[in-house]
């Protein structure tokens, strides 16, 4: 009888050992995997990001060179604007003054409208 309860207790004992041997290496083995599924998910959130901020860059670029083209356009018809003008008061001027001596000398003055 004493060797019947030697052997049940014997194996009793591996069997606990074993199973904890096993859950033991289990638990390593989600471990790792979890470890491996979290530096994927950080690749993948970095490209992501690279991604995005690539998108970003170039979406800033072609704004800015659109805006510096719409600024180049405006300030062209500006100056064209301003040139006309200035042009129009400058012979509007050289009339007025012209005038100023026809008057001096008893003359009609001429139409002070120019095209």
Request: proline residues 3%.
């Amino acid at each position: 009888m004493q060797v019947g309860k030697f052997t049940g207790l014997f194996l009793a004992a591996t069997l606990g050992f074993s199973t904890a041997v096993f859950a033991q290496d289990g638990a390593k083995q989600d471990m790792k995997d979890a470890g491996h599924e979290t530096a994927a998910a950080t690749k993948d959130v970095g490209h992501g990001i690279a991604k995005g901020t690539k998108k970003g860059y170039h979406a800033t670029k072609r704004g800015t060179v659109k805006a510096a083209d719409a600024t180049a356009d405006g300030t062209e018809k500006a100056a064209k604007g301003t040139a006309h003008v200035t042009t129009k008061a400058a012979k509007k001027t050289a009339t007025g003054t012209r005038n100023v001596g026809r008057r001096v000398e008893g003359k009609e003055p001429v139409p002070n409208n120019p095209q």
